[in-house]
């Protein structure tokens, strides 16, 4: 079969079959007397062999390798190829949400798309203080896509960098909660506390809502969380953990302080004191006793009261004396 026909019923151009023959990939077994190149069955079926292995991303060298090196390894080749492959779509990957967030930017002009991709590339910088600069101006210079936003806040390492961040989304209002939402089910512990401390300083319904669905999560920290913040919100449901935090030590006095505000509503309060004392009663430690102790102090109304009068003669005296104490400022009132 002459060139030409191979390149028609191949799909390669004459041109590339020369340009194998030059790299020594495919040679005509024949030649006619003409001296036109003629190519044999197995000569086609080399062509096929080339091709195929092109498609899946190897070099014209590769090629020669893997079909004339006997010890050559198929296996090490294609697992580097899948590396390359993951490697490229990662890089494309990022590219495309880059473009989108410039996109969701709605840019009038370039110079707004020069200044959002500014700040696109501050919000990733490995400095600091340029993440928290990022931050704080994108409320006020340039419009950041919100998706950016939760983005870096969600992977956010640095303190003050973090905190910038809530602050920022907290412009927003409502607007990241979905993405947030996401955040809440990651499969990383630091993910899922860094979006809902994030929800917890967004003070809208939606966003209380989604505290509620997670105070009811299996993440320990996400439900302590999600219960200080909705404590302060007047969610008689955080409760239950606002006494464990208490009796566990966990960010105790911020527990202590939800409880408080929680016991302004009369209704509340005896049933507070109530889960207070059930909590003493279950066998706590002496400084889980000190700190339930402690937390009575502003809990009003006769059961706390009563439950005080109790531990004024609790075995240990630092329970003890702190009840005494607590009473004595009570009958002051």
């Known amino acids: 079969m ?3 026909d191979v390149a028609r019923r191949s799909g390669v151009s004459a041109r590339m079959l020369r340009h194998y023959e030059s790299l020594g990939l495919v040679q005509p077994t024949h030649r006619t007397p ?22 899946l991303g190897l070099s014209l060298r590769e090629v ?21 492959t993951q490697e490229r779509i990662a890089r494309e990957t990022e590219l495309l949400r880059h473009l989108r967030r410039i996109e969701a930017a ?25 993440r928290q600069r990022a931050a704080l101006s994108s409320v006020d210079e340039a419009q950041v896509p919100v998706e950016a936003l939760v983005d870096a806040v969600l992977n ?6 973090a905190g910038a961040l809530r602050w920022a989304l907290a412009q927003t209002g409502d607007a990241g909660l979905a993405l947030l939402a996401e955040g809440l089910a990651s499969p990383e512990a630091e993910v899922r506390e860094r979006a809902v401390r994030v929800i917890a300083e967004l003070a809208t319904p939606a966003a209380t809502a989604l505290l509620h669905d997670a105070l009811a999560g299996s993440d320990l920290v996400v439900r302590r969380c999600a219960a200080q913040a909705l404590g302060a919100r007047g ?13 566990d030590g966990a960010n105790d006095v911020d527990a202590a302080d939800a409880l408080s ?38 809990i009003p109304g006769t059961t706390a009261t009563r439950a005080l009068a109790r531990l004024s003669d609790d075995e240990d005296r630092a329970v003890a004396l702190t009840a005494a104490y607590i009473l004595k400022l009570r009958g002051a009132r």
């Open 2 to 4: 002459l060139i030409g």
């Open 34 to 55: 003409t001296g036109y190149r003629e190519y044999s069955g197995a000569d086609i079926q080399r062509i096929f062999h080339i091709e195929s292995l092109r498609s």
């Open 64 to 84: 020669g390798r893997a079909l004339d090196d006997p010890g050559f390894r198929p296996s090490e080749l294609v697992a580097d190829l899948v590396r390359q």
């Open 106 to 130: 709605e840019p009038a002009a370039w110079d707004d798309v020069l200044q959002t991709v500014s700040l696109l590339q501050a919000l990733t910088s490995e400095s600091a203080g340029k």
């Open 156 to 161: 956010e390492t640095d303190t003050n960098v």
């Open 235 to 247: 969610v008689a449901d955080a409760v239950p953990t606002l006494i464990d935090m208490i009796a």
């Open 261 to 298: 505000t929680l016991a302004q509503d009369p209704s509340l309060a005896e049933a507070i004191a109530a889960g207070l004392v059930g909590r003493l009663a279950d066998g706590a430690g002496d400084l889980a006793r000190r700190r339930l102790a402690q937390a009575l102090a502003d």
